[in-house]
């Protein structure tokens, strides 16, 4: 009887231990590890497609090291999709759309937002860190941590659909994540 109970002591001592230790005390609440050191498939971005000019004469001359017209343009293409003009963009990726940015600005900007909001998000991840096994076994709860915050889609576009407001669509109910 001591045996065993000197057994469940030890094991509950070390799992004690292994759930204490380990990182710098920043909650992982989505639990993702790269098992290699392979390319990263999110950071390839496919070229565009190869067009023919009418007249082989008027081309430009070569730049070395500079773009060319088949080079990604994943931040004009961003703006292309949400309505904007890709010739609003200068070339360091910034808009140049002085009227949307004064807009966006008008009641001010607190240059401190964004670490206010690392504080914050940290204090919740903290606070919302899953209970032991799951840190333990490196269990995902990112998605149950973050529910208080999530948007219900579906009662938001009849909130606007009430207000006569037109909108493009959601997604089907019942495809959401758990």
């Not at 290699?36 to 001359?61: H, T, Y």
């Not at 919302?128 to 269990?139: K, M, Y």
Request: charged share 25%; proline share 7%; hydrophobic share 35%.
């Amino acid at each position: 009887m001591r045996a065993r109970f000197g057994m469940i002591l030890c094991t509950g001592a070390a799992l004690t231990l292994a759930a204490c230790g380990g990182g710098d005390g920043t909650p992982e609440l989505m639990n993702l590890r790269a098992n290699s050191r392979g390319a990263d498939e999110f950071g390839i971005l496919p070229v565009k497609p190869l067009e023919l000019p009418e007249d082989v004469s008027a081309l430009p001359a070569p730049t070395p090291g500079g773009t060319n017209r088949t080079d990604p343009t994943p931040q004009a293409d961003a703006v292309a999709a949400l309505g904007g003009r890709r010739e609003a963009l200068q070339t360091d990726g910034r808009s140049a759309d002085t009227t949307l940015l004064a807009h966006a600005g008008r009641y001010g900007a607190d240059p401190a937002i964004r670490g206010q909001l690392a504080a914050e998000d940290l204090e919740w991840r903290r606070d919302h860190d899953g209970r032991l096994l799951e840190r333990l076994f490196d269990v995902t709860i990112y998605y149950r941590a973050y529910a208080p915050m999530s948007l219900d889609q579906h009662a938001e576009l009849d909130r606007w659909r009430a207000r006569g407001v037109q909108n493009v669509g959601a997604p089907p109910e019942g495809l959401e994540r758990e």
